[in-house]
């Protein structure tokens, strides 16, 4: 439970929150617009894969999030597959079927937008309040 709170703590604190709006994606949220920077950042930090909610009938990619101890982390903390999908479903008010699958270069991620170097930023983050 402490590694939850410690998590969501510094991914919603407002240095965290500053790197975002100083990156490619702008004055954007965790959950819109900046989930794969936090995604590429947590899979740097815990040396994890990236996974992603996929819509099988758009065939895209909606949201990023990383596989760690079992859980899937995102600004939202740890939490089970089904309340990842759960989550992505109500907040985005999608109606398609989503699934949770390992990312892959390949897949359709048109709109989200990517900068590695605002992720290496958050990696720094981490690394000095320690998120686990």
């Known amino acids: 439970m402490e590694k939850?709170?410690?998590?969501?703590?510094?991914?919603?604190?407002?240095?965290?929150?500053?790197?975002?709006?100083?990156?490619?994606?702008?004055s954007v949220t965790w959950q819109e617009g900046g989930c794969w920077i936090l995604a590429?950042?947590?899979?740097?930090?815990?040396?994890?894969?990236?996974?992603?909610?996929?819509?099988?009938t758009k065939h895209r990619v909606e949201h990023f999030v990383v596989k760690?101890?079992?859980?899937?982390?995102?600004?939202?903390?740890?939490?089970?597959?089904?309340?990842?999908?759960?989550?992505?479903?109500?907040?985005?008010?999608?109606?398609?079927?989503?699934?949770?699958?390992?990312y892959n270069s390949k897949m359709n991620t048109d709109g989200i937008i990517r900068d590695t170097e605002t992720s290496d930023l958050l990696v720094e983050l981490f690394n000095k309040y320690k998120i686990v």
């Open 4 to 26: 939850k709170r410690n998590l969501k703590r510094i991914i919603n604190s407002n240095i965290a929150y500053e790197i975002l709006d100083n990156s490619k994606a702008g």
């Open 40 to 56: 590429e950042a947590l899979s740097k930090y815990f040396n994890e894969p990236m996974y992603v909610v996929f819509n099988i």
């Open 68 to 102: 760690h101890d079992n859980e899937y982390l995102d600004s939202l903390g740890m939490r089970t597959e089904n309340q990842v999908i759960k989550d992505v479903l109500e907040f985005m008010s999608i109606k398609h079927k989503l699934m949770l699958i390992k």
